[in-house]
T-cell receptor, first 114, second 109 residues
Framework: DSGVTQTPKHLITATGQRVTLRCSPR?????VYWYQQSLDQGLQFLIQ???????AKGNILERFSAQQFPDLHSELNLSSLELGDSALYFC?????????????FGNGTRLTVT | GQNIDQPTEMTATEGAIVQINCTYQ??????LFWYQQHAGEAPTFLSY????GLEEKGRFSSFLSRSKGYSYLLLKELQMKDSASYLC??????????FGDGTTLTVKP
């Protein structure tokens, strides 16, 4: 158990809809990262937060947004969903900006857009 | 930006040794990580290198050459449970980790 909690585990929704994915980082971790993994593809970096502030942004679509709250949990909002958004979305946390701090991943949210 | 290359697939025999290579190009380097990911599961941390050389951790070792932009993960005494995807990830100066597409390793009896 990595200590990172993601909810829900599965989401099935229709095109055009909006969903929110939730992540609670490991106790004490200040950094939260969101990654998208499509079928048989690598992890695509979406966005990173550190202690409530956006720190780095990857290839995140304008239809997607995220935030990190004062209690350090994070939410990823996906709107105007398209079939191609179907993927496994991982949240990860790390112990801050220490460069040898590895990422600890949650079990992911599997999103299916029909 | 960062560009990371790994072989897509590898096959090896139980009990053997396998080396998974990773080459990278990055504008700011602050460490290279290896992760293991079983199908449908979350990636888990295996090793970290920031200085040149070999880091050994039980059956797994990882090597880094910063001047060549090259790393490898060495798995010894392969077991069937080692069948998984192995992900190379480079951390930038800003703390962002960029992943390669992963190498799917199949261990055969």
């Amino acid at each position: 158990d990595s200590g990172v909690t993601q909810t829900p585990k599965h989401l099935i929704t229709a095109t055009g809809q909006r969903v929110t994915l939730r992540c609670s980082p490991r106790s004490g971790d200040l950094s939260v990262y969101w990654y998208q993994q499509s079928l048989d593809q690598g992890l695509q970096f979406l966005i990173q937060y550190y202690n409530g502030e956006e720190r780095a942004k990857g290839n995140i679509l304008e239809r997607f947004s995220a935030q990190q709250f004062p209690d350090l949990h994070s939410e990823l909002n996906l709107s105007s969903l398209e079939l191609g958004d179907s993927a496994l979305y991982f949240c990860a946390s790390s112990g801050g900006v220490a460069y040898n701090s590895p990422l600890h991943f949650g079990n992911g949210t599997r999103l299916t857009v029909t | 930006g960062q560009n990371i290359d790994q072989p897509t697939e590898m096959t090896a025999t139980e009990g053997a040794i396998v080396q998974i290579n990773c080459t990278y190009q990055t504008s700011g380097f602050n460490g290279l990580f290896w992760y293991q990911q079983h199908a449908g599961e979350a990636p888990t941390f295996l090793s970290y290198n920031v200085l040149d050389g070999l880091e050994e951790k039980g059956r797994f070792s990882s090597f880094l050459s910063r001047s060549k932009g090259y790393s490898y993960l060495l798995l010894k005494e392969l077991q069937m449970k080692d069948s998984a995807s192995y992900l190379c990830a480079v951390r930038s100066n800003a703390g962002k980790s960029t992943f390669g597409d992963g190498t799917t390793l199949t261990v055969k009896p």
